[in-house]
């Protein structure tokens, strides 16, 4: 079983950066786990960001934060991140990571294992 516990949220002005972690833990290799970013915004369903394979050599993206954001992962540190770059205030939502040893798609139902999320607020 894995832990994940993200950081790096905050309030950002539109066209501004953010890069967040998310950090896991456990009685397990980190590099066993497909990682994604989902997002939920107010009144909205959770939905798909990015995900990245467990060797880090695959990555999807969601066609609305393709070419601005970026995932990749240190299998040293535990660590998957999210660089947020140009960021817009329809990016706003909290944000979550989610490991699965099985699967490295974008749907979230498939997702095992979740953080508990951080805010990300792009102002206009």
């Known amino acids: 079983q894995v832990q994940l516990v993200e950081s790096g949220g905050g309030l950002v002005q539109a066209g501004g950066f953010l890069r967040l972690s998310c950090a896991a833990s456990?009685?397990?290799?980190?590099?066993?786990?497909?990682m994604g970013w989902f997002r939920q915004a107010p009144g909205k369903e959770r939905e798909f960001v990015a995900t990245?394979?467990?060797?880090?050599?695959?990555?999807n993206y969601a066609d609305s934060v393709k070419g601005r954001f970026t995932i990749s992962r240190d299998n040293v540190k535990n660590t998957v991140y999210l660089q947020m770059n140009s960021l817009k205030p329809e990016d706003t939502a909290v944000y979550y990571c989610?490991?699965?040893?099985?699967?490295?798609?974008?749907?979230?139902?498939?997702?095992?294992?979740w953080g508990q999320g951080t805010q990300v607020t792009v102002s206009s």
């Open positions: 989610a490991a699965d040893r099985t699967y490295s798609g974008s749907s979230l139902h498939r997702y095992n294992y």
């Open positions: 456990g009685r397990t290799f980190f590099s066993d786990y497909a």
């Open positions: 990245i394979s467990w060797s880090g050599g695959s990555t």
